[in-house]
């Protein structure tokens, strides 16, 4: 059933819709607030999709590497999953927003696909010294209006991705 449901986050185009503005990107900022806490190395603890968790602890270990405004996310493996930059505005209330890289499957024709990196609209947060959660709204269940989410939660009908990160 995970399997299922992870493949469903990876499935399909993420292109947005014709009649959908694009999500306008957070403000950029200096190397100060936000970007500070960000980084070094994360090992992702917990994915959450549909309100479920979709791996077994300790999650899926994958690493994200923030350095200043560029990001990484490597597989345990040390495959390449997405890199790119990043913008962050905020905090407000302990929220920050992020425009944050993450690696699709598209399909390119019959039972062919390719990986995609595209920009997703997330918010962040810090929890203590060495956690981190960030939450964003998957990118092929995005529904008309929604941009960002405004908390960090994944239920059964928000279409929201929760992912749990320590410091490495």
């Known amino acids: 059933m995970r399997a299922a449901i992870f493949a469903m986050i990876l499935a399909g185009s993420a292109a947005p819709a014709a009649d959908e503005p694009p999500v306008a990107p957070a403000p950029r900022l200096k190397d100060d607030g936000p970007l500070d806490q960000l980084k070094g190395t994360w090992v992702e603890t917990s994915v959450q999709y549909f309100g479920q968790e979709l791996f077994d602890p300790p999650g899926t270990s994958n690493l994200m590497t923030f350095n200043g405004t560029t990001f ?5 493996s ?8 990043i913008a962050v505005a ?11 890289p993450k690696a699709i499957l598209i ?6 696909f390719a990986i995609k990196t595209i920009t997703v609209a997330a918010i962040g947060r810090f929890v203590g010294q060495n956690q981190l959660q960030l939450c964003y709204y998957d990118p092929d269940l995005i529904l008309p209006g929604q941009k960002r989410p405004e908390k960090f939660e994944s ?5 929201a991705v929760l992912i749990t990160l320590k410091r490495k």
């Open 72 to 76: 990484t996310e490597l597989m345990p």
């Open 78 to 85: 040390g495959k390449l999953l997405a890199n790119g930059e």
């Open 90 to 100: 905020g905090p407000k209330g302990g929220v920050f927003q992020v425009d944050l």
């Open 107 to 112: 399909r390119t024709g019959p039972n062919r």
């Open 155 to 159: 239920t059964t009908t928000n279409g």
